[in-house]
């Protein structure tokens, strides 16, 4: 290993693909970033371009060893880490996807779900993939696809079409087609994947009508999957995993107890269980942590569908803003909201609440509200959600947690952070690399490879970069929840049938 300088992680995200190279010592050496094109057939329907995912990863990571001049020879492995339920199905024959990506936010697959928990399958499905049914996950966009393609199913049969979330279809172009695989991670989140037997599950294929062929080898996240020869000589492919799997390992919570909490495109929040596979009773889901040995290792999770979504929308769609970090200082303009919440329930609500049918809602407003007012309640939507997931999460524990470690491109935030800390009373410890999701999967393919020898030298990278200790009155924190829990409501009642 000694001519081995970086490590890549491909960071094929939800907005953008990314490409880092990390050193020995977990630092960033290069970075280039690339946003994609988000595609909206229809209210609630979310999808990409299958070809744009791929041909942005590979332009951003050629990008990323041509800025520092690394050679082929000069890179120890690749880790993906990726956007995890997003559903690709493509033909073997041409490499080329039959439908668009059906991203993890689309919710055209709501009534399917509906159907399949008035069939009385919910407490079946949790007990199997640890999860709670919903549009969200990978089952219902494969069978929407089959069902919407004519004769794609008895093609998936032949094993002329395959499917993947992104992860295996980045390994699946990288190999040119000499490998079709995914990880515990992605396998988790498809709602097919016995969390127990970690097997594909018979009983669920068959009610969605899911051909076992078109399904990918599931493997642990620190594997040798292949190698590639797409950057001009041989490079092995050994990690992968889900992006909020990957953050908790680049957090360095190898062991049970250990929580992070990601301010992505979504927000989503993990707690290491290791052996434990604990069943929520509070809405949090059961799945599969990272790892690098075939023993499964479990972990809690709370998820939040829109999160820093909600700042891309403002600067997007509302064009309140040039750029996200600019919302800080617009927060930081008045002193508080002036009375206005946002819940940007733009694909429904996740976790604790799961009501896939809930919208975006502001209430509150009054003359006097400014745009300040209404960036800043955006922003603060974050932390209430976080909120929510970290009640959730100490409520099924038992734990009483003291610090919390956050990463993602919205932890960059000072505002939110402090606002956070406020909110739920804990600590924040933000690291000075906040790329985790992009160190985890480094990590798992550097240790696969003998890049890093042991989790001990991977700990030593870890370095706080800031403290946010709370601030607020409690009289003031319980007021502010109160409206919270308010708007939530109204929320989900605006959604609800007459």
């Known amino acids: 290993m000694e001519n081995k300088k970086y490590i890549i ?57 041509q800025k520092i001049d690394a050679l082929p020879e000069e890179i120890a492995a690749i880790g993906i880490t990726n956007q995890r339920e997003t559903t690709i199905l493509w033909d073997v024959a041409t490499g080329k996807p039959i439908y668009n990506a059906i991203v993890w936010q689309c919710r055209r697959t709501s009534d399917m779900i509906e159907k399949m928990k008035a069939e009385g399958w919910t407490d079946k499905v949790r007990e199997k993939t640890g999860l709670i049914p919903d549009a969200y996950f990978s089952a219902g966009k494969i069978a929407w696809i089959l069902n919407h393609i004519p004769g794609s199913r008895e093609r998936a049969r032949r094993g002329e079409i395959k499917f993947g979330t992104v992860d295996s279809w980045l390994i699946w172009n990288l ?49 040798r999957y292949g190698t590639t020869a797409r950057f001009g000589g041989e490079i092995p492919i050994a990690g992968a995993a889900g992006d909020q799997q990957a953050a908790l390992f680049g957090q360095c919570g190898f062991e049970p107890g250990a929580v992070k909490s990601t301010y992505g495109t979504g927000g989503f929040m993990l707690m290491n269980t290791g052996e434990n596979k604990i069943l929520s009773k509070n809405g949090l889901l059961t799945t599969l942590a990272a790892g690098t040995d075939e023993r499964p290792h479990y972990a809690l999770e709370g998820s939040v569908f829109i999160a820093g979504a909600a700042i891309q929308w403002l ?30 329930a733009f694909s429904g609500l996740g976790a604790p609440y799961w009501q896939q049918y809930a919208r975006g809602t502001i209430v509150g407003l009054t003359r ?37 470690k956050v990463d993602g491109g919205a932890s960059a935030n000072n505002f939110l952070m402090q606002f956070q800390s406020d909110i739920s009373g804990v600590r924040i410890e933000r690291p000075n690399c906040i790329e985790t999701t992009a160190l985890g999967a ?7 490879v003998g890049y890093w020898r042991n989790k001990d030298e991977v700990r030593a990278n870890w370095q706080c970069g800031r403290v946010f200790e709370p601030a607020m009155t409690e009289e003031k924190r319980k007021a502010l929840l109160r409206g919270w829990e308010k708007a939530v409501k109204c929320a989900i009642y605006y959604a609800q049938e007459e």
């Open 315 to 344: 600067r997007d769609e509302m064009r309140m803003i040039r750029s996200s970090p600019q919302s800080e200082a617009y927060c930081n303009a008045v002193e508080d909201t002036g009375g206005v919440y946002i819940v940007p």
């Open 175 to 223: 190999t040119n087609g000499a490998v079709h695989a995914t990880d515990y991670t992605n396998a988790s989140r498809t709602m097919l994947f016995d969390i127990r037997t970690l097997t594909w599950d018979d009983e669920i294929l068959a009610y969605f009508d899911i051909p076992r062929e078109m399904l990918p080898a599931v493997h642990p996240s620190g594997f």
């Open 9 to 65: 992680a491909m960071d094929q995200g939800t907005t953008s693909s990314r490409a880092i190279l990390f050193d020995k010592k977990g630092e960033v050496k290069s970075a280039v970033q690339r946003e994609f094109r988000q595609i909206y057939p229809k209210a609630g329907w979310v999808e990409h371009d299958p070809m744009e995912i791929w041909s942005t990863q590979m332009g951003v990571t050629m990008e990323a060893m």
């Open 442 to 448: 480094a990590y798992l393919a550097g240790l696969t």
């Open 368 to 404: 006097g509200v400014s745009k300040d007012h209404f960036i800043r309640a955006t922003v603060e939507s974050l932390a209430y959600q976080t909120n929510d997931l970290l009640s959730a999460m100490q409520d099924e524990s038992g734990m009483s947690l003291a610090a919390l």
